[in-house]
């Protein structure tokens, strides 16, 4: 294994974990805004909020980490990326701190208004939606170079079918994701009402994202046909995939085994998620950038790997204390702690 | 839009988030040590007026580290977004410190989740305190290694180039910079300047609008200590700052001196305005310029002289300079005064237009900082990264920077009055008094 590939499955892995962790994050918000619409708040607010209160900060992270990552390691993504990005990133920023500032202020500053849940649970959606079509861009064709440098061509990228089977993707997967994970922690809560409701969202977004999924790899097959090919010769990781899509909906179906339905769909996200980044490889964006043309000094990918290992010795222990005193905690999930500041 | 433009906008716009950012950033850094000295105190001396203190501070604290992580995730991908060609460079050479924040980042923030709602959970309050801990370390690191990043811009090192190509990168060598142990230990000690300051403003506040409770009385004294500590700190590490520039960035340091030819035995130039190329109006210190970038008074000093007229950084930041400095020394001498002044029992301290001039020794510490900013920000122009890249040259090609100079001043007005209202509602609706009462909280001592 070479440094590139190291550098690579570092930043792909923090990149699942931002997609999971958010994933929850975005649906809860609008599970929310969605029930206090019809008149339903006092089923899921609660806990939504007592899932969300000592974590939300913890998912930006995330994000950060994926992005001052990517610009240690492969430095010319910043030149890239940065040029082409500036308007879809800087409108999911801007979506980002509206929902983090908002999110603080009502939770710990005691503004209440619906409004402000509903502007939650709509940025909720499209921020997603606008980071997603960083994947599409990456796919090629929608950037071209010129005397001045790397241009996006936002007509090509808006009327390109692929653009929004992604976009749909993201939203259908965050539902998803978030539905099953909240079916599992409310009745880790023993609030059946909760469970019933977040079950019964879980099965309604089941199929959507599953066919929004394999939606994409039919656009790839005219977009990108070199991509579609890769993606082919690795049907096995696919197909693991949904079997255990199909082993979570059961369970869910069944009404059993929440939490193995949960690592299951994790399982099913892991899997898809690497076989994508596997076929996308070498590209970094196609065909201008790879992972080898754009890395970073072998000196400063050693420093930044030995950071990274010492890193995790700090934060995978943190981490574990964080989900053991809030997520794994039976009376603070059951409510039973009120210990704020 | 025009390549020009583009440049313009860009400066624009990272300096409006810079300027918003770090209001949020300072009090990010330093309000942690606060909390951790006043919950210290209130266990030892077993008051409850010191533990309500470090509560009400945390719950405050929460708000703007929200807006400080919104802001900071901002500023984090505008810099590739605006600068994309510094930071394909600087990609290469610092992303260790930026990589390594990140991870002080995080740790703070699983440990603030984690403090925030563990206040009663420990028999044994001191357990509580403890995760406080890496609280303030992750912050603290976190200011550390961002510094880093900046001092590299003003001082790079750790590379060479060879036929346009980056060559020998060391990247421990990138981050010791020269600029680097004045830059880091001026950022971190003027941050915990700033909030002492800040809460001692809000403290006096609350005294002067009717309130005589002792919590207040308490909490003033404890910040204004604090206070004078660190803005004594500060000034020593300003000198040295004065020494690294005189040594590594010369052109900087006569910009803001107004020192236009080399010479031994310089004079210090301060207040004063520029007109058509004469200082006027200014005050003259004879040698102390000599002193301060040297030590001794009849040292050469270089002055504007010796540089090309196009790298020289615009000379308005002289009076970025002396607002920075006046302010800093005003409240040495306020600090001053008030402890001694307790100590001493003189009446004056605790009247009422002293009490004024804390509550605006808050405002003042903020100002401080963005014109401190502002004078490293600007008298590094017109390099982005000195000697090596201008800032010209390292600008988006990009054609709607103007735009999202609009969606994000929109932004930052939202985030300013939101945390105001909310800061100000969380704290009126809850008064000291109530929530004494309500908790039952009655160990307290009486005197300061």
């Known amino acids: ?341 | 839009m025009g390549n020009e433009e583009a440049v313009f906008f860009s400066r624009v716009l990272t300096e409006l988030t810079l300027s918003f950012h770090i209001i949020y950033a300072t009090i990010g850094v330093g309000i942690p040590l606060m909390i951790m000295i006043a919950q210290w105190i209130g266990i030892k001396k077993k008051d409850d007026h010191y533990i309500l203190l470090a509560r009400r501070w945390a719950r405050g604290y929460v708000i703007t580290v929200a807006v400080g992580v919104v802001t900071g995730t901002a500023i984090g991908l505008q810099l590739s977004l605006l600068w994309p060609n510094f930071m394909e460079l600087a990609g290469n050479i610092i992303a260790l410190p930026l990589f390594m924040e990140t991870f002080a980042f995080f740790f703070e923030a699983i440990f603030l989740g984690i403090y925030l709602y563990t206040w009663d959970r420990f028999e044994n309050q001191k357990k509580h305190l403890l995760l406080l801990v890496p609280v303030a370390l992750g912050s603290a690191f976190s200011a550390v290694f961002i510094s880093i990043v900046n001092a590299f811009m003003n001082a790079p090192q750790g590379f060479d180039i060879a036929d346009g190509q980056l060559i020998n990168i060391n990247p421990l060598l990138a981050m010791f910079n020269p600029a680097m142990p004045t830059k880091v230990t001026h950022v971190l000690a003027t941050a915990y300047m700033t909030c002492a300051f800040v809460l001692a403003s809000i403290g006096a506040y609350r005294l002067l609008k009717g309130s005589n409770h002792m919590y207040h009385k308490k909490a003033l004294f404890l910040t204004m200590k604090l206070g004078f500590l660190f803005s004594i700190t500060t000034a020593l590490l300003g000198d040295f700052s004065g020494k690294y520039l005189a040594e590594y960035q010369p052109e900087k340091l006569a910009a803001a001196e107004w020192h236009f030819e080399t010479e031994e035995g310089a004079p210090l130039i301060l207040y004063g305005v520029l007109k058509d190329g004469e200082v006027k109006y200014a005050i003259k210190i004879p040698y102390a310029l000599s002193i301060l970038a040297h030590i001794s008074p009849y040292t050469e000093v270089t002055g504007l002289d010796q540089f090309p007229k196009d790298e020289i950084p615009p000379l308005y930041i002289h009076y970025l300079f002396d607002i920075m400095v006046t302010i800093g020394m005003l409240l040495i001498f306020l600090a001053l005064l008030y402890c001694v002044g307790i100590w001493l029992k003189w009446r004056f301290v605790l009247s009422k237009w002293f009490n004024w001039l804390i509550v605006l020794g808050g405002p003042l510490s903020i100002i401080a900082i963005e014109t401190g900013w502002w004078l490293t920000e600007v008298g590094r122009q017109p390099w982005i990264l000195r000697g090596f890249m201008k800032t010209a040259e390292a600008a988006t090609t990009s054609d709607h920077v103007d735009t999202m100079l609009l969606l994000f001043s929109g932004l930052y007005l939202v985030l300013g009055i939101g945390s105001i209202v909310v800061l100000s509602r969380m704290f009126h609706k809850n008064t000291v008094e109530q929530e004494l009462a309500d908790q039952g909280l009655e160990k307290a001592g009486d005197s300061l």
């Open chain 1, 1 to 341: 294994m070479n440094l590139e590939i190291i550098g690579i499955s570092v930043l792909w892995i923090f990149l699942f974990g931002y997609i999971m962790i958010a994933s929850i994050d975005f649906g809860a918000g609008f599970f929310n805004a969605y029930s206090t619409l019809r008149g339903k708040q006092q089923i899921l607010t609660k806990i939504i909020h007592r899932y969300l209160s000592p974590v939300w900060e913890v998912t930006n992270v995330f994000l950060v980490f994926f992005f001052v990552g990517i610009v240690g390691f492969f430095p010319k993504t910043a030149y890239f990326y940065g040029t082409t990005l500036l308007v879809p990133v800087s409108i999911a920023v801007i979506l980002l701190a509206i929902r983090g500032a908002y999110y603080a202020f009502t939770t710990y500053g005691g503004l209440k208004h619906k409004r402000y849940v509903y502007l939650y649970g709509l940025t909720g959606l499209f921020i997603p939606a606008s980071l997603s079509i960083v994947l599409t861009i990456s796919e090629g064709g929608f950037v071209t170079m010129e005397e001045s440098g790397p241009v996006l061509h936002y007509w090509t990228l808006f009327t390109s079918p692929l653009t929004w089977s992604i976009v749909l993707l993201s939203i259908t997967a965050v539902l998803y994701i978030s539905a099953v994970f909240l079916t599992w922690y409310s009745h880790k809560a023993k609030d059946s009402s909760a469970t019933n409701l977040m079950r019964t969202y879980a099965l309604v977004w089941a199929m959507p994202a599953i066919l929004t999924a394999t939606g994409i790899i039919v656009e790839l097959r005219s977009h990108n046909p070199q991509h579609y090919e890769r993606i082919m010769d690795l049907w096995w990781l696919f197909s693991l995939s949904s079997l255990l899509f199909i082993g979570t909906v059961y369970l869910i179906w069944k009404r059993k085994n929440y939490g193995i339905a949960f690592g299951l769909l994790t399982g099913q996200f892991i899997l898809a998620f690497f076989a994508y980044g596997i076929s996308h490889y070498p590209y970094l964006l196609y065909p201008f950038l790879s992972i080898y043309d754009s890395f970073t000094s072998v000196s400063m990918a050693v420093a930044l790997i030995i950071a990274f290992i010492a890193g995790l010795g700090l934060l995978i222990p943190s981490l574990y204390l964080l989900l053991h005193l809030f997520l794994f905690n039976k009376d603070y999930v059951e409510g039973k702690r009120k210990d704020y500041a």
